[in-house]
């Protein structure tokens, strides 16, 4: 018996880096976990390996940027198990574009993929939480909503731009015995950037590290909440003066 026994999660972008780390976690400590993702073949993968661990999870292919899908996905959850316990918000992608060159078309797709997914996303699980009267939404940000880097403007804004959406869920959900997090990683040894996992271990983590922060929040009793954290190697670059 884990601490989220007999709870229900829903994990975006759960193919791969953070988000597959974070469904594999919760499921070790018990939860029921449905994946969603656009490549269902390695959601399926990741449905088998949490499966011969000893957990239970269900693969649903889902384009979070689509409304439709992200109904559907929901619907999905709730026939099946008619409750949500936990939604975690992973799904997205980082973008280099220099701002000169970033076109509208391609603006908007950064928006949608990091920030409206997780707004579509989050207005479906209050749904089902609220008649609950609990629920608990996590969102994965970035030390970018602090310290952008260079080039990254539609992926800095979008991460300025879920702080305050976690911020409002928080308060939205207040009455209803709903809780808000974000959590802000660091430099992750993930396929957002290429080749950040040949780093020296001080400066960029591994996906269960951020995955291990997120558990700790889904494990909070149901009056508490993280509202902030942000966890990053040593010796990022984040603190200090040059």
Known sequence: MGRLSGRVGLVTGASSGIGA????ALAAEGMAVVLAARRKDRLDALAERIGAAGGRARAVRADVTSEDDVVCLFHAVNNEFARLD???NCAGFADPTPTHELSLARWRAILDA???SA????REALKIM???KRGRIINIGSISAS???ADQIGYTSTKFALDGLTRSLALDGRAHGIT???IHPGSTATELVPNMDQRPATETMKAAEVAAVATLVACLPDETNLLEATVLPIAQPFLGRG
């Open 21 to 24: 780390a974070i469904a594999e």
């Open 86 to 88: 936990l939604l975690v």
């Open 114 to 116: 990091n920030l409206t």
């Open 119 to 122: 707004f579509l996303c989050a």
């Open 130 to 132: 609220r008649p609950q």
């Open 147 to 149: 310290v952008p880097r």
């Open 180 to 182: 808000a997090s974000i």
